[in-house]
């Protein structure tokens, strides 16, 4: 390695070392605060609704609603960046509140109490998982209903993709990539209903599906599409973020 490039990375190990020991701001390096007063105003919780995932070839006319709380961009995208891909686990503490007033959003929107409703947590590609040794979402999901009360969460759904970024994929390459990428536990494909809602994995009850950040959409679609066929009586998608 070249001296420049060395210097580089040495650079970028410390920068990395100053977040994660909270020196430096998480969302703007700022030195001397974990998280700065501007980044975490950009954190603060404004849920809106994010266009619907239509699923009418699945359910005549069924259109679900994607709740999120934070515009993915800037200090959101660090923090969040940051987060999953440094692993750096106090993060989840300053974006569980966005994930809690997301999911009242959507609840409220769908007409559903809160308290009634079951979260399904999106699953984490297996790769991914074992890389990250640290479920991201997951730990953001427990400190959001610690703040906003729920019937339950569970996490019936198997991500059976196998490994590849779909980062740099657009909305039709998604759609095709995303097709079959879940399974139900426990549910082989036409085995009918009763093995996995007899294992208590699937909830009865209206579900919210939840995830951390939304894109065009595609992979909440086939998750729900998933769940609904698996008899699931999905109301809304709750997320963290999304694009603008
Ligand atoms: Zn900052």
Redesign the pocket.
């Known amino acids: 390695m070249d001296r420049l490039r060395a210097g580089a990375v040495s650079g970028l190990l410390s920068s990395m070392a100053d977040v994660v020991l909270g020196r430096s701001?998480a969302?703007?390096d700022?030195p001397g605060i974990a998280?700065?007063q501007?980044?975490r105003h950009a954190l603060r919780a404004r849920p809106r609704l994010r266009r619907s995932v239509d699923l009418g070839d699945i359910e005549g006319g069924l259109h679900l609603p994607v709740a999120c709380a934070l515009e993915y961009r800037g200090?959101v995208r660090q923090v969040l960046y940051r987060f999953k891909d440094h692993r750096i686990p106090h993060l989840a503490r300053p974006l569980a509140p966005a994930l809690a007033a997301s999911i009242a959003f959507a609840a409220e929107h769908a007409g559903i109490e809160c308290a009634r409703t079951t979260l399904v947590v999106m699953p984490t590609r297996r790769s991914t998982a074992k890389r990250r040794g640290f479920d991201p979402l997951g730990s953001v999901v427990a400190g959001a209903i610690r703040e906003q009360r729920v019937a339950g969460v569970r996490t019936p759904l198997v991500d059976i993709r196998r490994a590849g970024t779909s980062k740099t994929l657009g909305v039709w390459e998604r759609q095709l990539a995303t097709a079959g990428a879940f399974a139900v536990r426990g549910h082989a494909r036409g085995r009918g209903r009763s093995h996995s809602r007899g294992s208590g994995l699937l909830p009865d009850g209206p579900v919210i599906l939840v995830d951390d950040i939304v894109t065009t959409g595609a992979t909440a679609r086939e998750a729900a599409a998933t769940l609904i066929v698996a008899g699931v009586h999905v109301v809304a998608v709750a997320t963290i973020a999304g694009t603008p």
């Open positions: 701001c969302g703007c700022a998280l700065c501007e980044c200090a």
